[in-house]
Antibody, heavy 120, light 107 residues
Framework: QVQLRESGPALVKPSQALSLTCNVS??????????WSWIRQHPGKDLEWIGY???????YYNPSLKSRLTMSVDRSQSHFSLNLNSVTAADTAVYYC????????????WGQGAPVTVSS | AIQLTQSPSSLSASVGDRVTITCRAS??????LAWYQQKSGGPPRLLIF???SLQNGVPSRFSGSGSGTEFTLTVSSLQPEDFGIYYC?????????FGAGTRVEIK
């Protein structure tokens, strides 16, 4: 059974970096069939796609976040990560990791979500 | 970015009712559209992809149709467990985008 699980701090101070990890089980993150995305849901319930990473390290970032965003993949540990710099209150959200299949960028498997609050 | 407009924003219906939700895209998406259901406290669940293909394990009362800029999700006979928020998502162009959601309540 494929499972994704997000982990990371629930509280981040303004201007600092938000770092999250998604642990993948039941399938290898090295499987070339899949792309791995981050998606966030703001308190008002709007969903925003953040970007994806492929096992080769290839990425595509949402232009709205590109200047502050870095994603990475650890193929040996079967997880991938998100780093978002210079956060503000507008980055407060539930962060999900999710899987898509090949170049069909809809999401068939999601993690349970990691709530992150940006506050001093 | 492609904007997706869902209507209605919320609805209340009785068990057994036929329910239809519309998603309109600001640009042609072909059939590159998915539908999700989200229940409180949980992640979205994929229902439909490629506008009309039913995801494995999703009840057949759910169906999708449309292409281009207009899409619909239909629940043929609403069940008590179908409450939640429904979202459309386009994957035709970057950045991938979602609609604002339709809240479905059971009367």
């Amino acid at each position: 059974q494929v499972q994704l699980r997000e982990s990371g701090p629930a509280l981040v101070k303004p201007s600092q970096a938000l770092s999250l990890t998604c642990n993948v089980s039941g399938v290898s993150v090295n499987n070339g069939q899949y792309y791995w995305s981050w998606i966030r849901q703001h308190p008002g319930k709007d969903l925003e796609w953040i970007g994806y990473i492929y096992y080769t390290g290839k990425t595509y970032y949402n232009p709205s976040l590109k200047s502050r965003l870095t994603m990475s993949v650890d193929r040996s540990q079967s997880h991938f990560s998100l780093n978002l710099n210079s956060v503000t209150a507008a980055d407060t959200a539930v962060y999900y990791c999710a899987r898509s299949i090949g170049l069909r960028y809809f999401f068939d498997i999601w993690g349970q979500g990691a709530p992150v609050t940006v506050s001093s | 970015a492609i904007q997706l407009t869902q209507s209605p924003s919320s609805l209340s219906a009785s068990v057994g009712d036929r329910v239809t939700i519309t998603c309109r895209a600001s640009q042609d998406c072909s059939i590159d559209l998915a539908w999700y259901q989200q229940k409180s406290g949980g992640p979205p669940r994929l229902l439909i992809f490629d506008a009309s293909s039913l995801q494995n394990g999703v009840p057949s009362r759910f169906s999708g149709s449309g292409s281009g800029t207009e899409f619909t999700l239909t629940v043929s006979s609403l069940q008590p467990e179908d409450f939640g928020i429904y979202y459309c998502q386009q994957f035709n162009q970057y950045p991938l985008t979602f609609g604002a959601g339709t809240r479905v309540e059971i009367k």
